[in-house]
């Protein structure tokens, strides 16, 4: 009864819509209390021994660099760089709205905040130019999926401590797959935007000289992921100095090269950082008490030999953890399915010798797109609540979109090489 009753109640909580933190904390708590092996003493050390990990000090500095980089005037850069691009072509705001989570992707690591901010700064732009509202939304939150998987990811940062694979190596491994959504989503908006009649944001394409003024003003905050990746490969720093140096990197920029950046908006910087990071951490700490029911029941390993059973072929295997996935990224935050399935399906994917590092990016990809899905799509409620669309207006104008990021799913999960060309052929195979 001790390995039902966690589950039960974890899912009684979620049905009442209680916080996943809490969730998760109060289904670990009920195992302790019920299990005469383990003193209860042992889920305080659970919920605390979590915080004492050096690679999880990345997600506060990345997210705070993230913060401090929309402050500091490096979006708007970025956007003029991306309007030069692709501005001249039919649809063309909404194709800048794909290829700046693109770019930014690389610098703020959240898909959440990069779906906020351009819901903020582009829907509103876009609405002005003739676009329908919903679509705006739409192309917004598939978008910013792109940021979830281009480094430094907070997802793949999470999975890499859960599944202890190097982050470095799913840094890189989310470069490819970051590019080829991104030119998915360009086709599908394409195709959308001459259907609808969009314009282009500007009437004739930018000059060669003008990109590269554009490119060059952009320059500074476009360094930021060479750095980041580059430094960590060489071994000059680890993925969380990586993201100490981008904190004061970004800093240097707002207040020393452009200047944009207000010193009296510091401190409501750090403070949105922080409870940014209070939010992931609190459900982290609580997933590691989850956790430790998992490992002490052995259930990873009985589902693993369950799967086995099913199926031999990799392939099949991955198929069937996709379809899966999907099922619960419709019912159960992204971040929290992330934390509480890893531990789970890292045995099994490693008994068929799937690469852990192209099954991370496959998870984190599969996940962050259940964010644009009904009914508890966080990318999806972002939007929605910023930009005053409704949920099935957002919907409809979803299912083109929705069908490129399938496209992109598949290929990323059965075309390995995708994924790990770029690793092995930084890192070695």
């Avoid at 496959?362 to 799509?377: E, R, S």
Wanted: charge should be neutral.
């Amino acid at each position: 009864m001790t390995d039902i009753l966690p589950f039960l109640v974890l899912a009684i909580l979620m049905v009442l819509n209680a916080p996943v933190a809490y969730c998760l904390a109060i289904g670990a708590l009920v195992f302790f209390m019920g299990s005469a092996g383990v003193p209860v003493q042992t889920y305080v050390q659970r919920l605390v021994s979590a915080t004492e990990s050096f690679p999880l000090l990345a997600i506060p500095f990345f997210i705070l660099a993230g913060v401090v980089m929309n402050e500091a005037g490096i979006t708007g850069r970025i956007m003029k760089l991306a309007d030069t691009m692709v501005g001249h072509m039919i649809g063309g705001l909404a194709r800048v709205n794909v290829l700046l989570s693109t770019l930014m992707g690389g610098m703020s690591g959240s898909a959440n905040a990069d779906a906020a901010m351009q819901s903020t700064v582009l829907v509103p732009e876009m609405t002005a130019r003739g676009y329908d509202k919903a679509f705006s939304a739409a192309v917004t939150a598939f978008s910013a999926i792109i940021t979830a998987i281009i480094p430094p990811s907070i997802g793949l940062i999470l999975y890499g401590f859960l599944a202890d694979v190097s982050i470095g190596r799913l840094f890189i491994a989310g470069l490819v797959p970051g590019a080829l959504i991104c030119g998915l989503l360009l086709i599908a908006v394409g195709r959308i935007s001459r259907a609808e009649g969009y314009p282009p944001s500007r009437d004739t394409p930018a000059s060669w000289a003008e990109r590269g003024r554009a490119a060059l003003d952009a320059g500074w905050g476009l360094l930021i992921p060479v750095g980041i990746l580059g430094g960590i490969r060489f071994g000059w720093y680890t993925p969380t100095e990586a993201g100490a140096i981008a904190v004061c990197y970004a800093l240097f920029i707002g207040l020393v090269v452009y200047r944009a950046l207000p010193v009296r908006r510091i401190p409501a910087m750090f403070r949105e950082a922080a409870i940014a990071t209070a939010v992931i951490m609190l459900i982290i700490c609580a997933a590691q008490a989850f956790g430790f029911f998992l490992s002490w029941e052995r259930l990873p390993g009985k589902l693993a030999d369950t799967m086995l059973v099913l199926s031999q072929n990799p392939y099949v295997i991955l198929l069937l953890i996709n379809l899966l996935l999907v099922v619960i990224g419709m019912i159960l935050e992204g971040g929290a399915a992330l934390i509480i399935l890893t531990p789970l399906f890292v045995p099994v994917i490693t008994k068929l010798g799937i690469d852990p590092v192209h099954f991370g990016v496959v998870m984190v990809l599969n996940l962050t797109i259940a964010g644009v899905t009904p009914p508890v799509g966080t990318l999806m409620y972002t939007t929605c609540s910023i930009t005053g669309v409704s949920v099935g207006d957002f919907t409809r104008k979803s299912l083109s979109l929705f069908v490129a990021m399938m496209i992109s799913l598949a290929l990323v999960t059965f075309v390995p090489f995708i994924t790990l060309f770029l690793p092995n052929l930084v890192y070695g195979s």
